[in-house]
């Protein structure tokens, strides 16, 4: 049973939320009749109904983003905080269901070793692998349903000489975070000279360098794992100047974090938003204001 | 096997501890002999001492808080952590034991909705799920021992009409907030809008609008929600002049973050009473100084 | 199957790198030929790459600590997140086979009651008895393989008066956070005295004073704890403090922070390091800059 909206006398405006929001869901699950939610609203519809009503009513359907940004910002914010396993899941198939590649999820979760550790990456690839092998096992029963024939294993990546991580990885940075990049990276030669090289090698050279997310939603990833987590103030301004200078767009921070406050928290939203309000301030008074 | 205390030549000082302790925790899990720490004593007895000696004879015996109050608290704390079920489906159940109602419990975990996101709300709700379906068969062996024949589902919410949300909302946000309340949403207005609203229509209009939690118990739980996940710094401090504003107490306060330190550690709580300060010494200096 | 390199062509360096950290991994798991990433291989054959030749190539192997630091760290930060239940499990185990004693790992989470909660604390013990278990079985199986006869059980605790808790704790405050220790806790007497109380008593008085692990490797822990939560800023400068204080020393807290790039993301790193410059900056101006 899918729960109704809570009242007959409700107006007409409860009950687009409600249609819309299902409408919305069924693009995720892929199903006319979400069942999802079926076994909360046993318990508490109304928090059944204000899934729906809310998450896919009034923010799922607003513009700004497209379902595949949606799904990809939302399995990165969920891997980052890697308390929602059974959510995750479900996103992870939300994502095919839109029309996400398994390789997109994939590499996700390899840039998620970046922002959230390898732990969370490797919980969240398990995830990703328990979605495709069950996707597969209903592929063989119905075949022919699903458009992209694809294999689970991603091809292992380009063979970059080893050699050339630290200048690949150079020239990411500065493509990525601008002029200023490289300057982070040197604030840590005095200190951790280690840890400054391996942000160059490891997350420039070896995650960034990566074929199979573009960069604009690799940023889209950044941002979206540094709101989750709550604890990435600095990162997060980072990365909402690298998302911009990449090629995103200032609506589609604030549609991100607006979708966000569902499955992070409404304070780790409107943090997000401080900081947002900050980097487009500085953009405005900056060189590049023309932006 | 209930662990004794390490020493047989330790000062009454540690007998008054443990004892307390553990009449404390008969409370919570409604035995009188809790059995809850036997496999941690098995390997780490002090670890089991320690949890019965400071979580219970130390905290939770403390004057300040009631007993539904602390289970609250603590329900609302592990829901938004997210990464301890077994030790939430353990508070769900001493919040029943003390007397918190089904009903209590799920609105406390829609409120997480806000705090925390909907996936650890959903995944706290499977939580009492579990516990609530435990109890009723638990109840069927043993009719008549639970005083309140209470149904698992929550009523649909009050048929208030939809069109009535915002309005509904701006006053409960001045209810709780102070004149200040709907200023923080106008800070949105420039660049995120559609999220100010949220927090109107959704927060406000449809979370704080519900009955079954009266209001300074929902903002205990946001406070608690706030303190344990650290990461929503501006939040807590708005939250505890909301439960000042609602009929909360400073002493309550601080009983609450007290009660933090064991359930989300010293530092989340220390951080806390650093918020706490801040916010009791302007309202020293405001102009409700009387307070 | 153990991932191959993933390029024939690839220079001498990137096989260094993955023979390097097949080396590493060896060690933490006690076999030669690690299988643990053949299931992330099947998917993600980059992503166990990485694993190996960044996670055990680059940094397991640098020098600056003990491999029984890094495993004490690594399973400190996994228990205060609380989200990696699995890989907490790998690390326990493979702390054990770089020689960490069980009492040590025990204590490690005794220790975490502090920072992270009793929840997260007694989660992590959990996982330690369910390796334990398993390496008694398969002890069991194969008998003298296991140089250590150790009994999983941790001795009670060193028959201190409990009247003596406060008394015990001043002292230990004193050495380990320096003149200033006491301070800390001053600065609650006015508004929290009772949580004031409870971090010489509980803090202090009952967890820094067990022994099973000393001091620095005590400190160590709350520093691992403090950088992957990221939501202690205060407390990470404070314990960066007390591990100079017992002995540490900076080449040790960079090699740590490096070290947690990989378990709690490279934001939680830089922010680590962040603090640590602050007070490596404190320390050189202060009275005892000859340290």
Same mark, same amino acid.
């Given at each position: 049973?899918?729960?109704?909206?809570?009242?007959?006398?409700? =107006?007409?405006?409860?009950?687009?939320?409600?249609?819309?929001?299902?409408? /919305?869901?069924?693009?995720? *699950?892929? $199903?006319?009749?979400?069942?999802?939610?079926?076994?909360? /609203?046993?318990?508490?519809?109304?928090?059944?109904?204000?899934?729906?009503? %809310?998450?896919?009513?009034?923010?799922?359907? &607003?513009?700004?983003?497209?379902?595949?940004?949606?799904?990809?910002? *939302?399995?990165?914010?969920?891997?980052?905080?890697?308390?929602?396993? @059974? &959510?995750?899941?479900?996103?992870?198939?939300?994502?095919?269901?839109?029309?996400?590649?398994?390789?997109?999820?994939?590499? *996700?979760?390899?840039?998620? $070793?970046? #922002?959230?550790?390898?732990?969370?990456?490797?919980?969240?690839?398990?995830?990703?692998?328990?979605?495709?092998? =069950?996707?597969?096992?209903?592929?063989? +029963?119905?075949?022919?349903?699903?458009?992209?024939?694809?294999? /689970?294993?991603?091809?292992?990546?380009?063979? $970059?000489?080893?050699? +050339?991580?630290?200048?690949?990885?150079?020239?990411?940075?500065?493509?990525?975070?601008?002029?200023?990049?490289?300057?982070?990276?040197?604030?840590?030669? +005095? !200190?951790? @000279?280690?840890?400054?090289? %391996?942000?160059?090698? #490891?997350?420039?050279? +070896?995650?960034? =360098?990566?074929?199979?997310?573009?960069?604009?939603?690799?940023?889209?990833?950044?941002?979206?794992?540094?709101?989750?987590?709550? $604890?990435?103030?600095?990162?997060?301004?980072?990365? !909402?100047?690298?998302? !911009?200078?990449?090629?995103?767009?200032?609506?589609?921070?604030?549609?991100?974090?607006?979708? !966000?406050?569902?499955?992070?928290?409404? @304070?780790?939203?409107?943090?997000?938003?401080?900081?947002?309000?900050?980097?487009?301030?500085?953009?405005?008074?900056? @060189?590049?204001? /023309?932006?």
């Amino acid at each position: 049973m899918t729960p109704a909206p809570a009242s007959a006398t409700s =107006a007409s405006a409860a009950d687009d939320r409600y249609a819309r929001g299902l409408a /919305a869901l069924s693009l995720v *699950t892929g $199903t006319e009749r979400p069942a999802v939610l079926d076994s909360v /609203a046993e318990i508490a519809p109304d928090l059944a109904r204000f899934t729906i009503e %809310f998450g896919y009513g009034d923010v799922w359907s &607003q513009p700004g983003l497209t379902p595949r940004q949606r799904q990809i910002g *939302t399995i990165a914010a969920l891997a980052a905080l890697g308390n929602a396993a @059974p &959510q995750l899941r479900f996103h992870i198939a939300g994502a095919l269901n839109v029309g996400c590649t398994r390789r997109e999820i994939v590499e *996700t979760f390899i840039h998620a $070793t970046v #922002y959230a550790g390898f732990p969370a990456a490797l919980n969240a690839l398990a995830a990703a692998r328990e979605v495709f092998s =069950a996707r597969a096992e209903s592929e063989s +029963d119905a075949a022919g349903s699903e458009p992209e024939p694809e294999s /689970a294993a991603v091809p292992a990546t380009e063979s $970059t000489p080893a050699a +050339d991580r630290y200048a690949r990885g150079i020239a990411l940075l500065q493509e990525v975070d601008g002029p200023a990049g490289p300057g982070v990276v040197d604030s840590l030669a +005095d !200190l951790a @000279p280690d840890l400054g090289r %391996f942000v160059i090698e #490891y997350v420039f050279g +070896d995650v960034y =360098a990566r074929t199979g997310l573009d960069l604009p939603t690799r940023e889209l990833a950044s941002v979206a794992m540094c709101t989750a987590l709550g $604890t990435a103030g600095p990162q997060l301004r980072v990365h !909402l100047r690298a998302f !911009l200078n990449v090629g995103g767009t200032r609506e589609e921070i604030v549609a991100l974090l607006t979708q !966000l406050a569902g499955y992070a928290g409404f @304070p780790a939203a409107l943090n997000g938003v401080t900081a947002a309000r900050e980097i487009f301030a500085e953009k405005d008074a900056g @060189p590049d204001a /023309a932006h």
